[in-house]
């Protein structure tokens, strides 16, 4: 029997409190929910009756409009003469308005990703999207140097509106679920060639952050095929037509030499270029495990000096011993255990460890100003190499060279093919290639 009520999302609450309402429609497991673009306080919100109480400002409008919802939603379900699925009646309830635009479609694909709290992709997305618009905008009125300061304007004024609290996240969702602006048949050969030209020369992106948003559009086009939101035939990405190509440029480590003047380096202690230069070290140690990683570590995490470590991008799970040299960096940090809340590192003390939102938000925070510091030790090293965050791990596989076994570093790595091992190590095998050049030239 399926069941049709309106309720409450509490985890896509607004940062002024209210809470967005939506039409839950249920049946056999399986549960779809209908945005209605009404926001309410948990206060005027009788979840009971489904219904706002007169505490709400406009209760009585707002219950009239979710009463015609409720009646529509049923009568698509009860009175249908075909069998018809939650998903189905969702898409109904969108009304007469044509198929599934592109923006649409990528936004719902946006809230599932942050629904299941893979926010840096959900919101890396969502970035694609505002220079797609920015593409489909873009006119040659003005000069071309104009033209880049009005985009970077408009981006630094939805920064700084989300500082002042002007804007959410949620607000660009919301913007694109509505757009028509883009359909899939829009997106031709044509278009992709002409939307690439536009990254690189007015956003100034480089050639893989372009092949990252071709690779968005493929996903959402092969999404939309499956969908029947579009025939197979306008694949732009089959057969001769666009290929996407992910480019493997050089991947460069430090030295042995260059590792050990950061360790020797001394430091003011609970200072931020000291945690930064403790949490580099720490990835190190641990064959580069992401910064990222690193920060949300906890201490239950170590069980019989072993790190037991699930790595957030993959959820590969590893146990690794811990080394003498981390050891004594946890040895700083153990003093003030009680006050972090049960992270090691104190970058989450103010954080709660059940809002997977904010740790994500903190964690994002703290690395930018990590890659700051690291700036300033590789000049106090003098190391003129690009010293960030995730040369840890560049760090390791350059040193590590080809004196381990692939198969070993695999595991360390926590790739799941070999293949990809084998690729990344690449960048640091050059002995045979050295000796090669050498045969040839010194005769």
């Known amino acids: 029997m399926a069941s049709i009520k309106i309720v409450l999302r509490k985890n896509m609450i607004r940062k002024d409190g209210r809470i967005p309402l939506a039409l839950r429609i249920s049946e056999n497991y399986k549960t779809n929910y209908k945005w209605l673009g009404q926001y309410v306080f948990e206060k005027d919100w009788d979840k009971n009756a489904g219904m706002a109480k007169n505490s709400h400002p406009n209760s009585q409008q707002l219950n009239i409009f979710l009463m015609k919802k409720m009646v529509e939603a049923n009568n698509l379900f009860f009175h249908s003469e075909d069998r018809v699925t939650p998903k189905q009646i969702k898409q109904k309830l969108k009304g007469a308005r044509g198929q599934k635009s592109f923006f649409e479609l990528a936004a719902e694909r946006i809230m599932e990703k942050y629904e299941r709290g893979i926010f840096s992709v959900a919101k890396g997305d969502l970035s694609i999207l505002y220079n797609i618009e920015e593409f489909l905008n873009f006119k040659r009125t003005k000069r071309k140097s104009a033209i880049i300061e009005d985009i970077k304007e408009r981006r630094l004024k939805r920064i700084s509106n989300a500082r002042r609290n002007k804007y959410v996240w949620m607000d660009g969702v919301e913007h694109f679920k509505k757009s028509k602006a883009l359909s899939f048949r829009d997106i031709d050969e044509v278009f992709i060639n002409k939307y690439k030209t536009f990254c690189y020369s007015y956003l100034g992106q480089k050639t893989r952050t372009i092949t990252n948003q071709l690779i968005l559009i493929r996903t959402l086009f092969n999404l939309a095929i499956k ?40 430091l003011e202690e609970n200072t931020s270029i000291w945690h930064t230069h403790n949490i580099w070290l720490f990835s190190f140690y641990f064959a580069g495990i992401r910064i990222s990683d690193v920060v949300k570590m906890k201490w239950s995490d170590f069980k019989d000096d072993r790190l037991y470590y699930v790595m957030n991008k993959n959820e590969k799970a590893l146990s690794l011993k811990i080394p003498l040299k981390a050891e004594k960096i946890l040895n700083y940090y153990k003093k003030e255990k009680h006050l972090n809340k049960g992270f090691v590192f104190p970058f989450l003390r103010n954080t709660n460890p059940k809002d997977a939102e904010q740790i994500y938000i903190k964690t994002k925070s703290a690395t930018k100003v990590f890659n700051k510091c690291l700036k300033l030790i590789a000049t106090e090293c003098g190391i003129e190499k690009n010293l960030s965050n995730h040369i840890a791990r560049h760090s390791f596989g350059n040193i590590a060279g080809d004196r381990i076994h692939p198969l070993m570093l695999q595991k360390l790595y926590r790739h799941s093919d070999l293949k990809t091992t084998l690729n990344y190590q690449a960048n640091f095998m050059h002995r045979d290639a050295d000796e090669a050049l050498d045969e040839v030239i010194n005769f």
């Open 227 to 266: 969908q029947g939101i579009i025939d197979q035939k306008y694949y732009p990405f089959a057969g001769d037509k666009e290929k996407i190509r992910i480019g493997s440029g050089n991947k460069v480590g430090l030295s042995v030499e260059e590792v050990e003047k950061i360790e020797q380096l001394k």
